[in-house]
């Protein structure tokens, strides 16, 4: 069973910075594809960043480019969101996710196995 602990969230005003780190275990890590999605309320889950663990091709929302980066550290099982200049727009909850194989839709959530508890991330 596929267990995703996220971590990193807060508080922080428009323009500044947060690292959110998901820790995933109870797989074997190889050939899958993880991603963060993010959900405010009265709105639709969203997909922000994917990133496939054996190749490391990653993939960006559009209002996100330029802004966040997806990372992984395969030691660790650990993949990573860098926010950078980050807008109020951006508050939401943000999920950890995984898939076990190829997608072509990355930032599409019905793609996704298993999925974090989440993380509160709030701009002002």
């Known amino acids: 069973h596929v267990q995703l602990v996220e971590s990193g969230g807060g508080s922080v005003q428009a323009g500044g910075s947060l690292r959110l780190s998901c820790a995933a275990s109870?797989?074997?890590?190889?050939?899958?594809?993880m991603g963060w999605f993010r959900q405010a309320p009265g709105k639709e889950r969203e997909g922000v960043a994917a990133i496939f663990t054996d190749g490391g091709d990653t993939y960006y929302a559009d209002s996100v480019k330029g802004r966040f980066t997806i990372s992984q550290d395969n030691a660790k099982n650990t993949i990573y969101l860098q926010m950078n200049t980050l807008r109020p727009e951006d508050t939401a909850m943000y999920y950890c996710a995984y898939k076990y194989g190829y997608t072509q839709y990355t930032l599409s959530s019905s793609e996704y196995d298993y999925w974090g508890q989440g993380t509160q991330v709030t701009v002002s």
């Open positions: 109870g797989y074997t890590y190889s050939s899958i594809c």
